[in-house]
């Protein structure tokens, strides 16, 4: 007897020398000498609760309470105080560790409460707000509006618009194909325009953003960007026009008569395509036709009849004419004059004497 | 009587007396009724005179072989150092006469054993004398004279006149390449539009347009006619006239005009000159007809065509029309199909 009333004096004694909330309790029977026992159940604070971002939990950590036998862990929507079990966590089946990690947290601002369980009695402590915020920004990347698609000159624009405004967006977090091209990132919020440019060479130009390289206010990273189209053909390079071929219903060598004269042209480019072929003339058979002094016959975008202009009649005043093809591709780049072929038009008659009549006239 | 003319008489008597001169019969008379006339009084040409005198009668004017007759033209004559001479009317016996001349004065030596001249008018033709410029020479400066008879000069001035050509056969239609047929003659004539029997002019035709070809000059005959007998044109023409010239004389007014065309009967060759400068040159020529010699020819009637530049893009025309006259035209096309304008005619007769 002596010996309980010795081991409930120092419990007593144990709880009496600690801090905090303390629940006592009396254990007492009978007469004689009695002994009596006291201890305090300590709060697991500090509780603390954080959320990485996009992640769904919340990693809540407490102080081990002396005496705890358990540990129960609410979570506490602060918007309406709504509580919920946090951690699997209830009385009847608490947890013993020290931290949990609350799955599946909805987006919100919450406090924890974890509250230690010693038998019957229990000490609480709250942590700090603690939001949770799940989503991760994502983002599309496509050619900007109005980008020219193939398009003769740089830079090449493109827009990338995040589902959500993004703070740490710069032209680092821009993957560009080629990878020697440059990339400026202008825009703010959820809207930027990515201009390529440092393009050396006729190429395909696509970009986009790798998942978690841009972070929303939250710091959840982007997922990956998506695009309906990111690839914009860069040509830098004029298309190729041989020399047009001359045809007439009144032809003869390079002679055309008082007859139309159908223009055509095997114009070739390396990348984007011939989009359209104009024909000039300079009068004279030799030298070289250029801007500074040919006339313009027609132009054709018709690729299938080999860009076939057809002129009036006759097709120029008496006299030779270079004509050349000077061929647009889909970028709008224009070539320069190929060869030119020679037209001589001829719409004089000869001219005739008086016939001859058995050595007379 | 002057002391001149008394040395002069002294001078000849002497001359007489030494033999170099032969002296006249004494006191003889002076031949009577002379005459200078031509047949071609036409100034600067060439003209047959006849001389016409009277001896004295009897023996001491008659003239025998031997004699000498001088005759003295005006200084203005152009006479030939041996004219031709022929005794003519009043001459009788086997006449005949040489003749040498100094200046304008002939002198004539008869021959013949029976030639003579007695009691009457003789005629003595000189020829080749060229006329002087037209104008009234004084009688006194034309004299005959003989062996038996002294000089007497005529009794009117000898006139010479300006001459003129006419036509007597104009042109007519021909052929090029055919001497004209009949042959165009032009006659010398007077002022009067006598004939003149000018020789030896050199009468040249001139065409209203082209040229003739050959025979164009002609020189008249001793009838004062020039013939053109080988007078060819080459060319066809039509309307051509015909004007002749000579040196001296006035021109013949335009003769009536006249055709050159092609004579033509079926395998006919024709050929044509075309070019196209510099254009795509000359394909084919076509040729055509139509009726009659003149006119524009556009919807005339296909002959043949030929695309061969190397024979001047000949054809033969075969099928040819009935007789009568046509013209043809040629067409040139050149390779871009640029087609001339008919061509100028060529006036053609069909002769079949």
Known sequence: ??????????????????????????????????????GTLAAPTPVTASAPPGGGTVNVAWT????????????????????????????????????????????????????????????????????????????????????ADPAASSPVNFTAVFSEAVTDFTSSDVTVVPATASVVVTGSGTTYNLAVSGLTSSSSVTVSIAANTVHDSFGAGNTASTSTDNTVTYDATGPTASAPTATSS?????????????????????????????????????????????????????????????????????????????????????????????????????????PTVNGHQ | ??????????????????????????????????????????????????VRFTPTNGAGGELKAADKITVTFNSSFGVPSSPAVTPGSGFTGNCTATASASGTVVTITLAGSTCGLKNAAGTVTIAGITNPAAGSYAANTFSVSTTKDSAASPTSPVVITGGKLAFVQGPTDGFAGTALSPAVTVQV???????????????????????IDSGATATTNS???????????????????????????????????????????SGATLTDTTADGAGSGVKSVAYYYCTGYSGSCTNGTAIGSSANAATNYSVTWTGTPAAGAYRVVAVSTDNVSNVSQPSGSTPVTVVN
């Not at chain 2, 002497?14 to 200078?36: H, M, Q, R």
């Not at chain 2, 004539?189 to 040229?211: E, H, K, R, W």
């Not at chain 2, 013939?227 to 009536?256: D, V």
Request: with cysteine; glycine share 10%.
């Open chain 2, 189 to 211: 004539q007077d002022q009067a539009g006598n004939a003149a029997f000018a020789s030896g002019v050199t009468v040249t035709l001139t065409p209203s347009a082209g040229t």
């Open chain 1, 1 to 38: 007897m002596t010996r309980r009333m010795m081991l409930m004096l120092g419990l007593v004694a144990l709880v009496m020398t600690g801090g905090g909330l303390a629940w006592g309790f009396w254990s007492a029977a009978g007469a004689g000498t009695g002994s009596a026992a006291t």
């Open chain 1, 250 to 354: 009144l032809a003869y060598g390079s002679f055309v008569g008082n007859a139309t004269v159908t223009l055509m042209d095997s114009a070739t480019d390396d990348l984007t395509g011939v989009a359209s072929v104009a024909y000039y003339r300079c009068a004279g058979a030799t030298g070289s036709c250029t801007a500074a002094s040919w006339t313009a016959i027609g132009a054709s975008t018709s690729s299938g009849t080999s860009f076939a202009v057809t002129t009036g009649a006759p097709f120029a005043a008496d006299g030779s004419y270079r004509i050349v093809a000077v061929a647009t591709d889909a970028a709008g780049n224009t070539g320069g004059p190929g060869a030119a072929s020679v037209v001589t038009v001829d719409t004089t008659p000869p001219t005739v004497a008086r």
């Open chain 1, 64 to 147: 081990a309470s002396a005496r705890a036998t358990g540990y129960v862990v609410t979570r506490v929507l602060n918007s309406d105080g709504t509580t919920t079990a946090a951690c699997g966590t209830t009385q009847a089946s608490p947890t013993t560790a020290t931290s949990c990690d609350d799955l599946s947290v909805a987006d919100g601002t919450y406090h924890y409460v974890v509250t230690a369980l010693s038998a019957s009695w229990t000490a609480s402590a709250s942590s700090a707000n603690v939001t949770v915020h799940n989503s991760h920004p994502s983002v599309t990347v496509d050619q900007a509006a109005g980008q």
């Open chain 2, 1 to 50: 009587m002057s002391i001149k003319r008394t040395c002069l008489m002294a001078f000849v008597a002497v001359l007489v007396a030494v033999g170099i001169a032969e002296a006249p019969a004494a006191f003889a008379a002076p031949v009577s009724n002379v005459t200078f006339t031509t047949t071609n009084p036409v100034k600067e040409t060439t003209a047959d005179w006849s």
């Open chain 2, 223 to 265: 009838s004062g006619r020039a013939t053109f007998s080988t007078m060819t044109i080459n060319s066809t023409a039509l309307g051509l006239t015909l004007t002749a010239s000579a040196t001296g004389l006035t021109s013949t007014a335009a003769s009536a005009s006249f055709n050159i065309t092609v004579a033509v009967t």
